[in-house]
């Protein structure tokens, strides 16, 4: 029933910037937070960052900090995520979670999942 929609992916060169954008429909649904994951072929899903509407926080996995800021309006259900000084191993399919009642790192935890952008990186 909750659908989200992501968008702002595609090809960028290494060291550029693309802004990747999330929504989950209905103003019915009320989310904790929201998360990006990203998985390239042959790999595990890997957390990439989210953020805690109540609180604010942010978190960001080791390979992505200081490089990419995720942002959002809670009112919204949208998640933003700008990736700066993009590398040829950010290259995946980026996906978008929400849930109504968690918002961190665990997969698992996530109800709620968007089909997936692809970013691609080249060299």
């Known amino acids: 029933q909750v659908q989200l929609v992501e968008s702002g992916g595609g090809l960028v060169q290494a060291g550029g910037s693309l802004r990747l954008s999330c929504a989950a429909s209905g103003r019915t649904f009320s989310s904790y937070g929201m998360g990006w994951f990203r998985q390239a072929p042959g790999k595990e899903r890997e957390f990439v960052a989210a953020i805690t509407w109540s609180s604010g926080r942010t978190q960001y996995g080791d390979s992505v900090k200081g490089r990419f800021t995720i942002s959002g309006d809670k009112d919204k259900n949208t998640v933003y995520l700008q990736m700066n000084s993009l590398k040829s191993e950010d290259t995946a399919v980026y996906y978008c979670?929400?849930?109504?009642?968690?918002?961190?790192?665990?997969?698992?935890?996530?109800?709620?999942w968007g089909q997936g952008t692809q970013v691609t990186v080249s060299s």
């Open positions: 979670a929400t849930d109504r009642y968690y918002s961190g790192t665990d997969s698992q935890r996530y109800d709620y």
